[in-house]
């Protein structure tokens, strides 16, 4: 498979996986134990960060926004998992794998980058139950990524010199 093509499949696996780890994150805001979901958080403040809150004011449009950003992060990481996993063993199952790249996102997004840049509260800081659904809805991202991204193809061996 060309890099171009895995990082394609990739993409599209992403969105998929993005799409799937929704899921438990509205529902979660749904039964109140979330008040307001990382992605649209971390929007509303890149907006007054950077002066554009007053040009998108109403709830639907930030709403979009959101969501925009979040399909687009989680493609992004599709790719990158595109490209990786044509590195990994044969043996490793590929849940597993996109499971374990779940969670790497999560530690370094919501205990890295994003507190970091005071975008979210460390998980430390955080309510008690948004640490434990967004890793929980990462996992679901990375199982979804996993189970959607082919395993490189087996190469025929050469043939054997002087052969019969």
Do not use: C
């Not at 599209?12 to 529902?27: C, I, K, N, Q």
């Amino acid at each position: 498979m060309d890099t171009l093509r895995a990082a394609g499949r990739g993409a599209v696996a992403g969105v998929l996986a993005t799409l799937a780890m929704s899921v438990p994150m509205l529902t979660a805001t749904q039964l109140g134990l979330v008040r307001r979901q990382a992605p649209r958080q971390i929007t509303d403040r890149l907006l007054q960060r950077t002066g554009l809150a007053g040009q998108v004011r109403d709830e639907d449009s930030r709403d979009a926004l959101a969501a925009a950003n979040h399909l687009g992060f989680g493609a992004a990481g599709g790719v990158i998992f595109g490209l990786l996993s044509r590195h990994l063993p044969r043996v490793m199952p590929r849940v597993v794998a996109g499971m374990t790249y779940g969670a790497m996102i999560w530690t370094v997004s919501y205990a890295g980058w994003a507190p970091g840049l005071r975008l979210m509260p460390a998980p430390d800081d955080d309510g008690p139950a948004r640490p434990a659904l967004m890793l929980g809805a990462h996992l679901v991202y990375g199982a979804v990524l996993g189970a959607l991204t082919p395993a490189r193809k087996r190469t025929a061996p050469p043939p054997a010199a002087g052969g019969n």
